[in-house]
């Protein structure tokens, strides 16, 4: 009987564990779509958000509104706030209540449009000659990589002097780089953010050891380098482009 039960419990467990890892493929994917959804939701927000308020009028714009205007006639209004005055404190500790007085009453000047993520993180990348159109997520871990193509820590940005390196699976996702190969010299890669856009020319496209990560130093112009893995997990491809183009928007 005892042996009836545990054969039974075993058996649960074994259909518990097999159905797991039958859909984990289909949970990695729908993790990996909701989150270039997240993505690409946040990126068209802070591109509305930047076609109303041009870069750097924010703060000004919010330092402006905030600014104490000086009373009428040269008296307070009858509504407006007053210090409490501090009497008989020694003057250590009325030292303190002054300044955390003036503290409460100080008006930051950041917008609010400025407590996200800096806009120049988010980027879509696409690539028309293979159909490529993703979002770029920032890193390369196992989780990283399954939310988008990610860019390497320690590259440059668009818009940044020096080598913009992504890498991505080789698998059959929207933002895979199963096609990669198919990329010649002279194709075009787009990055925008919500506030430019930068095209790249492809210029070489080479295997290299998967070791050999010289493709992603620092360069003296302004570049992108797309990695991919291969059928020999020994080699990986590396497709390199120039800047070529910055235009305005999303344009």
């Not at 096609?179 to 919500?194: C, E, F, H, S």
Request: hydrophobic share 40%; charged share 20%; net charge positive.
């Amino acid at each position: 009987m005892a042996m009836s039960k545990a054969r039974n419990r075993l058996s649960i467990a074994l259909i518990i564990i097999g159905a797991f890892l039958v859909f984990l493929p289909v949970l990695a994917w729908a993790y990996g779509y909701f989150s270039q959804w997240r993505l690409e939701r946040e990126w068209e927000e802070s591109a509305g958000s930047s076609r109303l308020l041009p870069s750097g009028e924010g703060v000004a714009w919010a330092a402006e509104v905030r600014k104490p205007r000086p009373p009428a006639h040269g008296r307070p209004k009858p509504n407006a706030k007053r210090l409490p005055a501090v009497r008989h404190v020694p003057g250590s500790l009325q030292a303190r209540l002054v300044r955390r007085q003036s503290l409460a009453h100080r008006t930051p000047v950041r917008s609010s449009v400025h407590k996200s993520a800096p806009q120049h993180r988010l980027v879509r990348l696409e690539i028309p000659r293979i159909g490529v159109r993703a979002m770029v997520v920032d890193g390369t871990s196992k989780w990283d990589l399954l939310r988008g193509p990610g860019h390497l820590p320690g590259t440059a940005w668009p818009g940044e002097p020096g080598n913009f390196a992504v890498a991505s699976h080789r698998n059959s996702h929207p933002w895979g780089f199963a096609q990669l190969r198919q990329l010649r010299p002279g194709d075009m890669i787009v990055a925008r953010t919500p506030k430019r856009t930068y095209v790249y020319r492809v210029v070489t496209k080479r295997t290299i050891s998967s070791r050999d990560w010289t493709v992603t130093r620092p360069t003296p112009l302004p570049c992108i380098t797309l990695l991919t893995c291969t059928l020999d997990p020994k080699v990986r491809l590396a497709v390199i482009g120039r800047l070529i183009d910055t235009r305005q928007g999303r344009a």
